[in-house]
């Protein structure tokens, strides 16, 4: 397998992980946050992290505190699109089906799916490519 395939499919399985271990909180947020009613946040009157009444018209959140459940959001939505970028370049090199890519980008959506999907692409393009490279 050459360098930049290699490099891909680590880049890949590092994002992957990534990934899922942020929609893993972010799940855990959203029980927390709908079945208790509480917020998570950190800072002002809070302290280091706590749990708040969940703000609903965002009035009477703490002042100074910082609402690490909206953090979590954003900090999965932006590497979910860095999971997708590592999807479609393994992707492209082993030349898989739309359905593969589709089956990838799922992992990054439904919890816990992405370390099952990494752990069978990352065989199945690793495979792929190396035979790719063997054959050249």
Do not use: C
């Amino acid at each position: 397998m050459n360098p930049t395939a290699k490099s891909a499919l680590s880049f890949y399985k590092v994002s992957s992980f990534i990934t899922g271990i942020f929609l893993l909180l972010v799940v855990t947020e959203m029980v927390i946050k709908y079945a208790f009613g509480q917020t998570i946040a950190s800072g002002g009157s809070v302290g280091l992290i706590g749990l708040v009444p969940n703000p609903i018209d965002g009035t009477g959140f703490p002042t100074g505190a910082i609402d690490i459940s909206k953090w979590l959001l954003v900090i999965h939505g932006n590497l979910y699109v860095v999971y997708l970028f590592a999807d479609f370049r393994i992707w492209r090199m082993a030349e898989l089906k739309f359905k593969d890519f589709i089956v990838i980008a799922m992992g990054g959506i439904v919890p816990l799916t992405s370390f099952f999907i990494e752990r069978s692409y990352s065989k199945k393009v690793s495979d792929i490519l190396s035979k790719a490279g063997a054959s050249k």
